[in-house]
């Protein structure tokens, strides 16, 4: 038998969290997500069956929903992330699948990605750095797809414009992190 061991992101067995002036960066891994996608003409009918499992709506373009543990993020069109907490939820996928059926594609997503939560007063100051969008316009349970240190990233505006999370691709987990660290560095 195999003694495994977690690690996150960024290749530690905890999180890790860093303070910059009026800034912090918190690596957050303990999410497990999964992506959906509606399959052509189910449009109605997946809707109804996500809001029956999720508790509230799938949310329109470039925003999120939330309710209870459930988060959707807008990626694309008929296309989400869902984000529930991992200690709960490890098997989101396996969850969304069964309640979705045939109406949508549901795809494992938990080890593909990184989050970097940025809590603070200077988050705007820190995002501008890094991306070109505007965060100061997004108002709360906004999402955006951007570039962030050359890589395809999504920026979402959770309960304040103090708070943003980035989401990236896991196996550049460090050069994200990497570019908020001097960003954040530079805006204090």
Do not use: Y
Not at 101 to 126: P, Y
């Amino acid at each position: 038998m195999h003694d495994l061991i977690a690690i996150t992101p960024l290749g530690a067995t905890s999180a890790r969290a860093d303070t910059i002036g009026g800034i912090s960066i918190i690596e957050c891994p303990d999410w497990a997500l999964a992506s959906v996608t509606c399959r052509l003409g189910q449009q109605e009918e997946m809707q109804l069956l996500a809001k029956k499992f999720l508790g509230c709506a799938l949310p329109p373009a470039s925003m999120s929903a939330s309710k209870d543990v459930f988060t959707a993020l807008w990626i694309g069109p008929d296309q989400w992330m869902v984000e529930a907490p991992h200690h709960s939820h490890e098997d989101l996928a396996a969850q969304l699948k069964a309640r979705l059926g045939e109406t949508a594609s549901v795809t494992e997503q938990s080890d593909g990605w990184c989050r970097f939560d940025l809590k603070g007063a200077i988050c705007h100051d820190v995002l501008e750095r890094l991306c070109n969008v505007n965060t100061r316009a997004m108002v709360s349970g906004a999402v955006s797809r951007t570039r962030l240190e050359h890589l395809g990233c999504f920026v979402v505006s959770r309960e304040t414009d103090k708070h943003f999370s980035v989401i990236g691709p896991r196996s550049s987990a460090r050069s994200i992190h990497h570019a908020i660290i001097v960003a954040a560095k530079s805006a204090a």
